[in-house]
Every structure is written in structure tokens, then in C-alpha cells.
């Protein structure tokens, strides 16, 4: 059995610990909003936060993050108020087909927790997640929305 603190709720999870944390996430706890996209770790798509820093969970084994605060696009607002940059997002009307939006909002949120107002270069340089619909124009002016939110 491994502990599991996601999202502010414990879980006791029976999965081998070389698992993926993604398919953890998905398969067992339910929680689908963290998706697959390639499975090595370099589109963002299953972005999530392990102790308040960006993870790509496609690539982390359960065994490794035992005991350690995370959190998934389920756990972003705070009861039913979007987080900062969930809001800017809709105002903003980022997301086309919207598959890669969870990830690209936790690494949006943990950049702007590190950098509240990031000029355009360390948005380029910390936001490497991949739109394969090309929305890279709505993100960037949500995310200066959101620093101002």
C-alpha cells in the first residue's frame, strides 16, 4: 500500500510503485482531469504539483511521491472559486479542443506562484507544454490576466 495526499484528501492506494503517478491518478483515484498525452514526459498534458512545484506525472513512479502533497486541475479552486488562472482562461477563451488545457493551467499556476507578474521571455522559458491547436496567443494574455487578477 502506498499513501497518496491529493488534492487534501488521503488515499490508500494497492499499485505497484514503479507505477506511473498518471495512471494512479486516473485509473485508480478517478480523477481524469490530468490527461495522457505522450507519455514521456514532454507535452505537459498530465502537468501536476508534487509539494507546490510542476511535475509531469506521466513520468514519475507512485513510489516516489508516497506522502507528498499533490495537487491536480481537481484540486486548483478553492471550493467553487476558480483559481486565478482557471478564470482567466474562460474570460480569455484559451482552450480550443482544450485536451491539453489542465496541464498548461498547473504550470501556468506554479509559474505564477514563483513569479507573480513573469514578462513574456520567463513565460516562454517556463511554460513548455504543447497546444497542438496553436492557442500559444490566448495563453500568453490569459496569464498576464491572471498575474493581474
Known sequence: M???HVNGKAYQVETDPQTPLLWVLRETIGLTGT??????????????HI????????????GS???QPITT????A???????V????????????GYCQSGMIMAVAALLKEKPQPSDAEIDQAITNICRCGTFQQVRTAIHAAAKA
Open 78 to 84: 478553492k471550493g467553487s472559486v476558480l483559481h486565478p
Open 35 to 48: 490527461k495522457y498525452g505522450c507519455g514521456i514526459g514532454q507535452c505537459g498534458a498530465c502537468t501536476v
Open 2 to 4: 502506498t499513501s497518496l
Open 51 to 62: 509539494d507546490g512545484q510542476p511535475v509531469r506525472s506521466c513520468s514519475v513512479q507512485l
Open 73 to 76: 486541475i481537481e484540486g486548483l
Open 86 to 97: 482557471q478564470q482567466a482562461w474562460i474570460d480569455h477563451d484559451v482552450p480550443q479542443c
Open 65 to 67: 511521491v508516497a506522502g
